[in-house]
């Protein structure tokens, strides 16, 4: 009654804005002949678990939760080369689009690497727009397929291999944890690799 947890395909806005004439929200309050509201974002070409909800008093309790960093999210990306460190909590000051410094607390840990390609688990303690993709960069293993903040990569015909993998969160006194099926061109690539997928217990 209060909530939809979906899994985002990438390619779709959440919301439309300038140039975005149709969105993941018209879509699906189409199909559930419902007002919903969005109460936090994935960028465009990101797959994976949304959080959606159906009425107004649900959407200023997760906008709470949100606020008091208690919805826990856990991203996998597979990016193009390797982390100087395995693990770490990276703080980063980023710009924003109106050229303000944002602060950024970023976890991470590199599940598994071969052949100059890392497969990293990321939970971000902020949500900054672009947030993990600088970050990626900014480690020097920018994330493949994303054509933005990995130019020169020799995988760009490839769509971004960023996907919010698990939410974790309590609401209206219930536990509730989700883990996202992902994509099959995100899959084929990490078999094609011989890269070792995430296992839940990592999480």
């Known amino acids: 009654d209060d909530l939809i947890v979906i899994n985002k395909i990438d390619g779709y806005s959440v919301q439309r804005g300038s140039k975005v004439f149709i969105s993941l929200k018209d879509i699906y309050e189409n199909v559930i002949e419902h007002k919903l509201y969005i109460v936090h974002r994935l960028d465009k070409d990101t797959s994976g678990l949304l959080i959606i909800a159906k009425n107004r008093s649900s959407a200023k309790g997760f906008g709470n939760l949100f606020k008091l960093r208690l919805i826990n999210k856990t991203y996998i990306a597979v990016c193009e080369g390797i982390p100087r460190l395995k693990e770490s909590n990276l703080n980063l000051d980023i710009k924003n689009k109106f050229n303000k410094i944002e602060k950024t607390n970023t976890f991470y ?32 293993c920018p994330i493949i397929g994303d054509n933005k903040y990995n130019n020169q990569s020799k995988y760009n015909t490839e769509i971004l291999k960023l996907n919010a993998h698990i939410l974790n969160f309590s609401f209206n006194n219930e536990d509730y944890e989700f883990f996202s099926e992902l994509p099959d061109d995100f899959k084929n690539f990490i078999k094609k690799n011989k890269l070792k997928y995430l296992k839940r217990n990592n999480n």
Do not use: A, D, E, W
Not at 118 to 140: A, C, W, Y
């Open 109 to 140: 840990r590199v599940l598994h690497n071969l052949n100059g390609i890392s497969l990293i688990l990321f939970k971000p303690m902020t949500g900054k727009t672009h947030q993990l993709r600088i970050v990626s960069k900014n480690l020097t």
